[in-house]
């Protein structure tokens, strides 16, 4: 079975640039969460999805990030414009409501 | 206090030996926690989930005393393939979905 598809896996811009994260859940998983992780910081829920509709923003760090989710088998996050401070590893994760959460491979994010 | 707490590591022990890490955390009506395993640069899986007062699966045993408001995590006989990082995880009391993830604790096997 397919797991959590994210892309790309990796990803290096100059800050300013917008930069678009994307994740596939795994087919059938009502849940869908957006993390991020940083040495400083581990790791951080940024927005939760149930059934497509955004229940829980409260970790995306500012306006420059949005996510959205247009239907059930994929799901977009932005940063725009992007700054050196957002370089992280940034993970997808789904769920069949709520637990357990199986995570993607994670997109390597470096804003230079 | 924070709502997660591991000691960092890195634990370093040979192979064949019995590791055990804690994990302590602040909210005491959590009633549900989990390990996951982080192998480097790649993604947290889980290992383990705890209920109770614990749960066994092979070599891999999580004990939760809830009076002193901590989980642990005992690995037998370690294998080579065990070194990774291990992160404690206790969803907040209101909420089901939200996941508070420990800063993990490093294992390292040495053949």
């Known amino acids: 079975d397919a797991g959590v598809i994210q892309s790309p896996r990796h990803e290096v811009t100059e800050m300013g640039q917008e930069v678009t994260l994307r994740c596939k859940p795994i087919?059938?998983?009502?849940?869908l969460f957006w993390y991020r992780q940083t040495m400083m910081r581990g790791l951080e829920l940024l927005i939760y999805f149930n059934n497509n509709v955004p229940i829980d923003d409260s970790g995306m760090p500012e306006d420059r990030f949005s996510a959205k989710m247009p239907n059930a088998s994929f799901s977009t996050l932005k940063i725009q414009p992007s700054e050196p401070r957002d370089s992280a590893v940034y993970f997808c994760a789904s769920s069949l409501s709520p637990q357990p959460q199986h995570f993607g491979d994670g997109t390597r994010l470096s804003i230079l | 206090r924070k709502e997660v707490e591991q000691d960092p590591g890195p634990f370093n022990v040979p192979e064949g030996a019995t590791v055990a890490f804690n994990c302590t955390y602040s909210?005491?009506?959590?009633?549900?926690f989990f390990w996951y395993r982080q192998d480097c640069r790649k993604e947290p899986k889980l290992l383990m989930s705890v209920y109770s007062s614990g749960n066994e699966d092979g070599r891999f045993t999580a004990q939760l005393n809830r009076a002193s408001q901590y989980i642990s995590l005992l690995i037998r006989d370690s294998k080579l393939s065990d070194s990774a990082t291990y992160l404690c995880v206790v969803p907040p009391m209101d909420s089901s979905y939200k996941l508070i993830f420990g800063s993990g604790t490093r294992l390292l096997v040495r053949p």
């Open positions: 909210n005491s009506a959590s009633q549900s």
């Open positions: 087919s059938g998983h009502n849940s």
